[in-house]
């Protein structure tokens, strides 16, 4: 595809056309609104279920970080003109993965390897997105989520080392990981088309899922030595 120009701002932005501004928009906001909700359903509830000071101290600084990847995304929305009833949760239904009822330290460290990692591949295809300002909060989020998918690994990795923490784990595993593959949405999407139109994001949905099934089983079968379950790939 043809390589779009650079917007540089909000100024800009406002002179593009339609669609350009709604494929922005869609994307601004549900970064916005699935930061939000991952950050209340699994990372603010983590803290509580960490069992030492130390890991309480690690999962406050990631639900501040995921916090704040919202309000970067929500500032933006609100800029470009987002109305404040498309960022309602009740409106807008965030991402099928943040149903998932997470219950143990367990849970939410097998979240951050394997979920994360899916975030890590969203980030960065928007790494050299059209939209500056929206390639600007890429740039500024990707090494902090990076972050939290190696704050996944290195805490599943001391699980292991606990008497049936890898048992533990590889449940968690099977019982999260199925929801993951979605997240990157249908092969053939007429959405990510448009999006590669005007140059917001690069790849096809099918070609990043593919990216990060093979990722993601290097992460669980290579380093943690668990067993990555089989799942049915979007169509």
Known sequence: MKVYPDVKDVEEFKQQPGDYQIAVKKVVRSHAINELY????????????????????LSCRV??????HHIRFRELADQIGVKSEEMDTKNKRPLSVFEFKMKTFEEF?????????????QVEDLMHC???????IARATLPEEKFHCQFGHDFCKEFMQKPGGR????????????????????????????LRKYGIKFRRNEEMRSDY?????VLVEDKLGLRLPEVKLAA
């Open 130 to 136: 059209s939209f500056v300002p929206l390639r600007n």
């Open 213 to 217: 099934m093979a990722r993601v089983r």
């Open 63 to 68: 639900a501040m970080e995921e916090f704040h």
């Open 167 to 194: 048992e533990k784990l590889q449940q968690a595993l099977d019982r999260f990981f199925p929801l993951c593959p979605a997240f990157f949405g249908s092969a053939g999407s007429k959405n990510n088309e448009m």
């Open 38 to 57: 991952g950050s209340q359903v699994f990372d603010e509830p983590a803290i509580a279920l960490a069992p030492t000071p130390h890991w309480k101290w």
């Open 109 to 121: 460290c097998v979240i951050k390897a394997v979920a994360d990692l899916g975030e890590v591949l």
